[in-house]
């Protein structure tokens, strides 16, 4: 008998030691009894410095003592109880307690028997979940109205620059438009930021390497700012697939805003690495091979009350600050299959990190963007917006083609139908992906591969929620025009699609 009572001993100390959350026993006033070496690693203490300590030291909230005895006596249980549980740096770590009280043998409570289990990691992934919700319900509204204003600024744009076209860059009126366009950029982005919140916000990706986009994103958002900028990228930088322009807008957002985090002056540390992930790495992505992007700064840190809300949408610290950065950065990453995440410590600044999977696709060669390229043939354009319709055709015509309009996909198939069998062919034709109430690019691209399979088909929308955006070729079309849009953006993605 008395081995099996070791044995049995044996067994549950091996249990007691071994086991991962931490199990505690105290009297009723609090005082430590018994506490498993798990707190070790939990918190970083050492074991027997505990015993003979309340336990409430331990906890964050000095009010949870008393609404754990009210449980405890009222029910003699407690269980899925959260608080925050302070380790030896002082440091707050979420905890779910269960509990339950023991009793003499005249019925009076005597101890208490509980468990402690660390669920950073589940509250972390509840606050990515609540926060991805709530993007995808203010990109409803944001999606909808950057497609109105991206067509509205696409006869903005348009217009200006078809004005510069003609126009003296010295001269006043040439300023002038030049500032407008300028102005316009701006208003791009914006539109651009809201429709990362939105389905619409999906990535027109490419197969590149990053290397020389970080580089020359990190200077430019540094320009003219007493921040100096390190940079450390490692050699041979795997190639991602990935929105450029998308993720250029992560690049920025985040430098400039570490340069705002260091008034006086200091310096942001850019590096990129190969990395590979796997299960023991302790991060939420499936395993592979990834890109790490890390963005120090050497400021104040984030603030303990602001850093669950640092990638909320309009959420800022900031004055004049419009709270649209991290979270435009944090929707575009998780769109690239990506994962963003910081660490900060008050008075030792900040790091962001940037995981983007690598890509097996090869890397395609990019060549630098022209001015303006006239060109000869016959265009068959198509939008629902009669002003995106004027200014389109005017900067067409002003290239050298000729153009002919159309309102919605239904018309541009029975005049793409005609023009063929009069022996007077289109030799591209521009699609709106979007007809309200009508036939859109995707239909009328596939009705008019069956009058020609060579037809040459230009996608262009302001709104990217469609697969026709984001893998043009696999929807059909040869290239793909964003709105708004240049007359050099316009130039130069026509001269790419008409074969001489």
């Known amino acids: 008998a008395g081995e099996r009572i070791r044995e049995s001993e044996e067994k549950y100390r091996k249990i007691f030691d071994n086991i991962q959350d931490i199990y505690y026993v105290c009297d009723i006033d609090g005082t430590i009894l018994e506490i498993s070496p798990s707190v070790e690693q939990i918190g970083g203490y050492a074991r027997n410095e505990l015993l003979g300590r309340s336990v409430y030291e331990l906890y964050a909230d000095p009010t949870v003592r008393k609404r754990l005895l009210a449980e405890l006596t009222g029910t003699g249980v407690v269980t899925e109880f959260e608080l925050l549980f302070k380790d030896s740096d002082g440091l707050k770590v979420p905890c779910e307690i269960t509990a339950r009280l023991s009793f003499d043998g005249e019925g009076n409570p005597e101890k208490i028997y509980g468990t402690l289990r660390d669920i950073a990691e589940r509250k972390r992934m509840e606050a990515e979940l609540l926060r991805a919700q709530k993007l995808d319900s203010i990109g409803i509204l944001a999606g909808g109205i950057a497609h109105d204003f991206n067509n509205i600024l696409t006869a903005l744009m348009g217009n200006i620059s078809f004005a510069r076209i003609d126009t003296e860059p010295d001269s006043e009126i040439g300023r002038a438009l030049a500032e407008s366009e300028q102005a316009c950029g701006q208003a791009r982005l914006l539109t651009q930021q809201l429709l990362t919140f939105s389905r619409g916000g999906l990535p027109v990706k490419t197969v590149g390497s990053i290397r020389d986009l970080i580089k020359e994103t990190a200077t430019f958002a540094l320009r003219g700012s007493p921040v100096r900028c390190r940079l450390r990228i490692s050699e041979g930088l795997r190639p991602v697939e990935a ?34 992930m796997n299960r023991d790495s302790g991060i939420t992505l499936p395993d592979g091979e990834y890109v790490k992007i890390a963005i120090r700064d050497e400021g104040g840190g984030i603030p303990e009350s602001a850093r669950p809300r640092v990638f909320d949408p309009y959420f800022t610290t900031r004055d004049g600050g419009s709270g649209l950065g991290l979270a435009t950065a944090y929707s575009i990453v998780r769109n690239h299959n990506g994962l963003i995440r910081f660490d900060t410590r008050c008075g030792e600044g900040t790091t962001f990190f940037i995981y983007l999977p690598v890509s097996r696709k090869p890397a395609l060669e990019t060549k630098p963007e022209d001015g303006v390229n006239e060109g000869m043939g016959r265009i068959l354009l198509m939008d629902d917006e009669e002003s995106v319709r004027s200014v389109a055709s005017r900067m067409i015509s002003r290239l050298g083609y000729q153009v002919e309009q159309s309102e919605d996909g239904e018309q541009v198939v029975r005049k793409f139908s005609a023009a063929k069998e009069a022996g007077k062919p289109f030799s591209a034709v521009i699609l709106d992906l979007t007809v309200p109430g009508g036939m859109g690019g995707s239909e009328a691209v596939r009705q008019l591969k069956e009058i020609d399979p060579g037809v040459r088909a230009i996608v262009s929308s302001g709104y990217s929620n469609d697969a026709a955006m984001s893998d043009h070729r696999a929807a059909g079309f040869c290239a793909v025009l964003r709105k708004p849009y240049r007359m050099e953006d316009l130039s130069r993605v026509l001269a790419g699609c008409i074969t001489p």
């Not at 400039?256 to 942001?268: R, Y």
């Open 243 to 276: 929105d450029m322009g998308q993720l250029n807008q992560v690049l920025h957002n985040i430098v400039l805003n570490a340069a705002q985090a260091m008034t006086a002056g200091g310096e942001v540390t850019v590096s990129a690495e190969n990395i590979i």
